[in-house]
């Protein structure tokens, strides 16, 4: 009689969900963005948090589109340039 191992404790089957190389970089800026300074564990928790509400349906459905739906911010390189073009301006979430 052997005890059943948790859902999250199993390895994910990647064949299930397929992610593009854009939701990677989205995923990873993400993480360092939001827990560089963190150990390990908390940049799993960032990550764990997207993932969840890609598949969530109160959410959007791709990691990119949750990662920059929050607040963006303009960088301070190009915020200082007040006659730079609008396609020109870089934003960081």
């Known amino acids: 009689m ?3 191992t948790p859902d999250y404790y ?3 089957d990647f064949n299930r969900v397929k ?3 854009a939701d990677a970089e989205c995923l990873a800026k993400n993480i360092y963005f939001e827990a560089k300074s963190e150990p390990v564990a ?3 928790a960032v990550a764990d948090v997207v993932l969840n509400r890609v598949q969530d349906s109160r959410f959007p459905n791709t990691i990119c589109e949750v990662v920059y739906e929050g607040v963006m911010r303009e960088s301070w390189k190009t915020k200082q340039h007040k006659d730079l073009p609008a396609d020109q301006r870089i934003f960081h979430p």
């Open 42 to 44: 908390g940049q799993y």
């Open 19 to 21: 992610y593009t190389m």
């Open 10 to 12: 199993k390895p994910l």
């Open 2 to 4: 052997g005890v059943e």
